[in-house]
């Protein structure tokens, strides 16, 4: 809190690249919500990469750690004025930011009413602000989760208020190895997104402890620290930013392997869509999925954007949402 409430006021105060680290090219919709944004909560936000899933609008959305608001407000223009964006935030300074500018955002977006709303409490604690059971169709988080010291509790949190469907659609940092007592207790590389980082390996056991589908790998860079002296703390351990999507597939899921074909029409991905590193689905083409990639393209918001059917050659080699 001291960290992203005092000691950073700006984004040119971070002291290593870890949070500048960006995803994937951004598309024209999103790049011309960015230009409606209010300056300063674009200059008081420190997040890594752009957390924008696709097929958003009417949706429920919250963002976990959503600091001065910048995705929250790019996220309100894609859901329109009948969808919602909830951000929570543990920096009372940073969620002050984020409420300051919502006149000016629902104004400048021609909404009557606003579709944003912004809490001060914690991501492992969700209840504590009154977030209910199966009230959100996505949850987002950027570069925030390695900040808890709970990553489990804040996998479980979200599965609890994710409909039955639902997305997590998260980019965050992940470590090579677990990282030695030194790491973890140095204040500058826990601030930078750094210290608290997860394993990588133990994003896949925590997500199937809780009830997730096996993660979906969408993106990852490798992070340069650009700091001697941090370098030196760290060692040999490397760290990436990586952005995984989890489902929570409900009960009497697709037992197999599958076909499906994307019917096209999302905005923005009208032609093709990229939904992780393993798949790309392009408008009219068969394409082969295993059971669980079959399983998550029936139960989540994409079902009516996809024909899918039983069979599949290989689909079942594929391991779609291994990293």
Same mark, same amino acid.
């Given at each position: 809190?001291? $960290? +992203? *409430?005092?000691? &950073?006021?700006?984004? @040119?105060? #971070?002291?290593?690249?870890?949070c500048?680290?960006?995803a994937?090219?951004?598309?024209?919709?999103?790049?011309?919500?960015?230009?409606?944004?209010?300056?300063?909560?674009?200059?008081? $936000? +420190? *997040?890594?990469? &752009?957390?924008?899933? @696709?097929c #958003?609008?009417?949706?429920?959305?919250?963002?976990?750690?959503?600091?001065?608001?910048?995705?929250?407000?790019?996220?309100?223009?894609l859901?329109?004025?009948?969808?919602?964006?909830?951000?929570?935030?543990?920096?009372?300074?940073?969620?002050e930011?984020?409420?300051?500018?919502?006149?000016?955002?629902?104004?400048?977006?021609?909404?009557?009413?606003?579709?944003?709303e912004?809490?001060?409490?914690?991501?492992?604690?969700?209840?504590?602000?009154?977030?209910?059971?199966?009230?959100?169709?996505?949850?987002?988080?950027?570069?925030?989760?390695?900040?808890?010291?709970?990553?489990?509790?804040?996998?479980?949190?979200?599965?609890?208020?994710?409909?039955?469907?639902?997305?997590?659609?998260?980019?965050?940092?992940?470590?090579s190895?677990?990282?030695?007592?030194?790491?973890?207790?140095?204040?500058?590389?826990?601030?930078?997104?750094?210290?608290?980082?997860?394993?990588?390996?133990?994003?896949?056991?925590?997500?199937?402890?809780?009830?997730?589908?096996?993660?979906?790998?969408?993106?990852?860079?490798?992070?340069?620290?650009?700091?001697?002296?941090?370098?030196?703390?760290?060692?040999?351990?490397?760290?990436?930013?990586?952005?995984?999507?989890?489902?929570?597939?409900?009960?009497?899921?697709?037992?197999?392997?599958?076909?499906?074909?994307?019917?096209?029409?999302?905005?923005?991905?009208?032609?093709?869509?990229?939904?992780?590193?393993?798949?790309?689905?392009?408008?009219?083409?068969?394409?082969?999925v295993?059971?669980?990639?079959?399983?998550?393209?029936?139960?989540?918001?994409?079902?009516?954007?996809?024909?899918?059917?039983?069979?599949?050659?290989?689909?079942?080699?594929?391991?779609?949402?291994?990293?």
């Open positions: 809190q001291d $960290y +992203y *409430g005092k000691e &950073l006021q700006k984004s @040119e105060d #971070l002291k290593t690249n870890a500048i680290t960006s994937r090219p951004l598309s024209k919709l999103v790049r011309d919500a960015l230009e409606h944004i209010h300056e300063e909560v674009v200059a008081r $936000y +420190y *997040g890594c990469g &752009l957390v924008v899933p @696709e #958003l609008y009417s949706c429920r959305v919250l963002d976990l750690g959503s600091g001065s608001g910048r995705d929250c407000y790019l996220l309100s223009q859901v329109g004025g009948q969808g919602h964006v909830t951000g929570i935030d543990m920096t009372e300074s940073q969620v930011v984020a409420k300051k500018h919502i006149a000016y955002h629902m104004d400048k977006f021609g909404y009557q009413k606003p579709n944003v912004f809490f001060h409490g914690y991501m492992e604690k969700l209840g504590d602000v009154g977030l209910a059971d199966e009230s959100y169709d996505i949850v987002i988080s950027n570069c925030v989760i390695n900040l808890a010291p709970d990553k489990r509790a804040v996998l479980r949190e979200a599965f609890r208020v994710l409909k039955p469907g639902g997305e997590m659609y998260f980019s965050d940092i992940y470590a190895q677990r990282l030695s007592e030194t790491i973890r207790q140095h204040r500058v590389l826990w601030g930078e997104c750094l210290a608290g980082a997860l394993y990588w390996r133990d994003l896949y056991s925590i997500a199937e402890e809780v009830g997730f589908s096996p993660p979906c790998l969408v993106t990852a860079s490798p992070i340069t620290i650009g700091n001697k002296e941090l370098e030196g703390i760290v060692g040999d351990c490397r760290f990436v930013s990586a952005t995984f999507r989890l489902f929570k597939v409900p009960g009497g899921r697709w037992t197999g392997p599958g076909q499906v074909i994307y019917n096209g029409g999302i905005v923005g991905h009208e032609r093709e869509l990229v939904f992780d590193a393993n798949f790309t689905f392009k408008e009219g083409e068969v394409v082969d295993d059971a669980e990639m079959a399983a998550i393209l029936q139960s989540s918001r994409f079902a009516e954007k996809f024909l899918i059917r039983a069979g599949g050659t290989n689909a079942a080699a594929l391991q779609g949402c291994c990293c």
